[in-house]
């Protein structure tokens, strides 16, 4: 077992599929576990962040075909798009893995020996259905009939019939330890989808499945390192990506530092993969599970979920031209962050969550009291005390957004900040300074009120955070360190507008209906 160092925190995406650019569900999945890396950097953590994209399979190869380019060049050119994606969102990664990468290749190969050497992985034949767009095999009660033919319950497109000589791993070995993780280690977050899966588990029972498909079928992916025939199927491949991310197999010091407090977050989409075949894998190759996967739901639009083949897709480009830059995108993504509900979304609720939040509350408040700081006291705003209320308002609110953070409740932690924001209006507008001749008390408070919000706020609003830290003359600290009169001085130099608000359109005009 593995020592774990609370310090440190190892966070991931899904690597995805760079068939299409990256859209609005993608970016939900990205920005929530970069707040979650920049918060735990802010807190003083060793903080890992590994995304990436997984290039191999019938599904790129497909693409790729189409395109008329080789699958490399393919990826090569998706991987540089979707790096400036991510770029625009502010997305912190630490390092941005690829499948073709050569030590991952390294690391996929030695992988599946080592479980082939331990009897694990075994040649038999298959014959069964296949999803392309899921990169999956579906066998009878897993997927649905249109028409008396098989389709997939996720694409709704008919399924490809396979029978083929192949390699299996042998997942049902896993049943005892997989029912124990699920059902007594506290590994899934949230808990009911760890139900869902155990009871998949003891309704369905567990059968092997196949890891490799033959070359002549698809081409695109990793050798098996014994049997030149085929290659790894891409689902053994891409889970791969969270070890060798770290060092796997080589460096077994940074692997066993940062493997010790994993944090996957996914989709529930993918949710199977992500326990019941990973942490077979993870336990043929002696490691235990991740310290936790992070479950989300889907954000729906229509009554559909947002995807290339629902055709629903919110482009990136939209939300960031019409939320003024990353911020604004950033903070409404969080603020509808969800686990278990599935999310509609439509610009009219984005529209009036950033208006009221974002605009009125938060930036409108940052703009008052920075003119005012300007008009009144030159820009300059001196130590006074504050009253404990105050004092003792924003204390609450800090622990709060704290505990939320820490049990990954980004929305309820958005709330907290939020109040503190809401408060200081209120403050402002009975405290009235603008009738005052020397509203230093009054200033230094709203000032103070507006550096714990500003604080908590910058996991999620990186960019505007630091400006308006720097037009005010503060410094973005540990949220842990908060404690009210902790500036002397504040100069002001300029106050920033930042969140424009946005016109709202006509009702109904919105999201997916151009
Ligand atoms: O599954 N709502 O890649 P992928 C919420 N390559 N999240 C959404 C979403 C939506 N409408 N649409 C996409 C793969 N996502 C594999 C992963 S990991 C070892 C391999 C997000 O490109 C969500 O995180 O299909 C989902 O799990 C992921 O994109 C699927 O991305």
């Not at 020592?3 to 939900?28: D, K, L, R």
């Not at 197999?249 to 066993?256: A, I």
């Not at 993918?270 to 889907?298: M, N, Q």
């Not at 995807?307 to 993504?333: F, P």
């Amino acid at each position: 077992m593995m020592a774990v160092e609370m310090n440190v925190f190892y966070v991931t995406t899904p690597i995805y599929y760079p068939n299409a650019p990256p859209h609005i569900g993608h970016a939900y999945t990205s920005v929530f576990a970069d707040v979650l890396a920049r918060f735990n950097r802010l807190i003083g953590n060793n903080v890992f962040f590994l995304t990436g994209n997984d290039e191999h399979g019938l599904k790129i190869q497909r693409v790729a075909e189409k395109a008329g380019k080789h699958p490399k060049e393919f990826v090569d050119e998706m991987a540089s798009v979707y790096r400036e994606y991510w770029r625009t969102l502010g997305i912190s990664y630490d390092h941005f893995i690829r499948t073709t990468d050569p030590y991952h290749e390294k690391a996929v190969k030695e992988a599946f020996s080592y479980i082939h050497g331990k009897g694990l992985i075994y040649k038999a034949k298959y014959s069964g259905m296949y999803c392309v767009d899921c990169e999956k095999y579906y066998s009878p009660g897993e997927y649905i009939e249109v028409d008396g033919k098989p389709h997939c319950p996720i694409h709704n497109k008919p399924l490809e019939y396979l029978e083929e000589e192949t390699y299996y791993f042998k997942l049902s070995e896993f049943k005892d330890y997989l029912l124990d993780i699920l059902e007594n280690k506290d590994v899934v977050y949230p808990q009911q989808y760890a139900r869902e899966v155990a009871s998949k588990i003891r309704n369905e029972g567990l059968r092997d499945v196949s890891v490799a498909r033959p070359v002549e079928r698809v081409g695109w992916g990793i050798p098996v390192p014994f049997d030149d025939k085929y290659v790894i199927y891409v689902w053994f491949d891409a889970l791969m990506n969270y070890l060798s991310g770290v060092g796997y197999p080589d460096d077994k010091e940074r692997l066993q530092l940062y493997w010790s407090n994993a944090h996957h977050v996914i989709g529930k989409d993918i949710l199977w993969f992500h326990t019941a075949v990973w942490f077979s894998i993870l336990k043929a190759l002696d490691l235990p599970p991740p310290r936790r996967v992070i479950v989300h739901s889907y954000l729906i639009n229509r009554g559909l979920k947002i995807g290339k083949s629902a055709g629903n897709v919110i482009s990136i480009e939209e939300l960031v031209s019409r939320y003024n830059g990353s911020d604004g995108v950033r903070y409404l993504l969080a603020r509808i962050f969800n686990t278990d509900k599935d999310s509609e979304v439509s610009f009219e609720l984005l529209d009036s969550i950033y208006n009221s939040e974002l605009a009125d509350t938060y930036g409108n408040l940052a703009r008052r009291v920075g003119t005012l700081s300007m008009k009144k006291m030159n820009g300059k705003v001196y130590r006074r005390s504050v009253d404990k209320a105050v004092a003792d308002l924003v204390a609450t609110h800090v622990g709060a957004y704290i505990d939320s953070m820490k049990n990954y409740e980004v929305s309820k932690a958005l709330e907290h900040a939020m109040e503190i924001a809401r408060y200081a209006n209120q403050y402002v507008n009975e405290s009235k300074p603008w009738e005052k001749p020397n509203p230093s008390k009054e200033l230094y408070t709203l000032l103070e009120l507006i550096r714990a919000a500003t604080i908590l706020l910058h996991p999620v609003i990186p960019s505007a955070s630091l400006k308006l830290a720097s037009s005010f003359g503060f410094e973005i600290e540990n949220p842990l360190n908060i404690r009210l009169e902790g500036v002397e001085r504040y100069t002001v130099v300029e106050a920033p507008i930042l969140f424009r608000k946005v016109q709202v359109e006509r009702q109904g005009v919105g999201v997916g209906t151009t």
